[in-house]
């Protein structure tokens, strides 16, 4: 499959799509999407890619959707397509996504990067949820993840005011898990998600489902899913060879059933 608007690697057991629009500072227009979603696919299906990295360039994760591609879209247009339905895509994935940031993460971008499971900014990384001032909210789950990434305090002032936070804000706001210097933050995003490939597949898209449960569910709800999750979790050949290797002081050797 050849791509024009995103770029699609390989590291190990570690698939990365990188955004690649650079003149529009990856704004993300629907051939970018179709293709993040094909990507996506790709690397859901492929038996030895373990986590999924998802990057822009040093200047944009993605400063936004395509503001020239919406502008003149109609009420009645927008229902019809269901636009920008395809966003959602990257919901079904069950692999482990962390998204690498360097500079502007904003609009669609940054709720790009918070449907990630993880985030890991560089120090250059900026985030912000403008789309009050374009006339519009947030519309692809950026009212809902930040409030829950950030609580309703930073979560206001970010969405109505459309401010700029800086990785270090975002860091300290709960928005973000780490943050490196600019020219380490790819060495780190594949560093973690070379861990995270080595786990048994299974527990990682476990673990993923669970966390992820908590944002829907009430908390004894959330509590049920993670008991029936974790005694499934004891069918696994992958379970006795973890505990065993551990007690045998050796490294497990995990075969994803
Ligand atoms: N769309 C289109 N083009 C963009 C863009 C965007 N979001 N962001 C930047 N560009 C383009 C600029 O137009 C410019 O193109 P040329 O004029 O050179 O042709 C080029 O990228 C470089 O940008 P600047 O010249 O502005 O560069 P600066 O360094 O001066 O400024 C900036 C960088 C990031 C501060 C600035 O570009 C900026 O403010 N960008 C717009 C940020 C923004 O407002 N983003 C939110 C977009 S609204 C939905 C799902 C999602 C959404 C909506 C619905 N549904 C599921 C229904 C999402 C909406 C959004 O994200």
Redesign the pocket.
Known sequence: MTYENIIVSEQGAVGIIQFNRP???N?LNAAMITELNTALDAFQMEVAIGAIILTGNEK?FA??????E?KDKTFAQ?KDEN???D?DHINTITKPIIAAVSG?A????C?YALACDLIIAADTAKFSL??TS?G?I???GGTQRLVRAVGKAKAMDMILTGRMIDAGEAERSGLVSRVVAAAQVMEEAILVATKIAALSRPVAKAAKYAVNSAAELPLSEGLKLERSAIHAMFDLYDQKEGMAAFLEKRTAKFENR
Not at 63 to 68: K, P, T, W
Not at 106 to 109: E, F, Q, S
């Open positions: 003149k529009a500072l704004a944009a400063a936004g959707a395509d503001v020239r919406m927008v636009f920008l339905h966003w502007f904003l609009g669609g971008g709720e403008p789309e374009l519009i947030p519309g692809a």
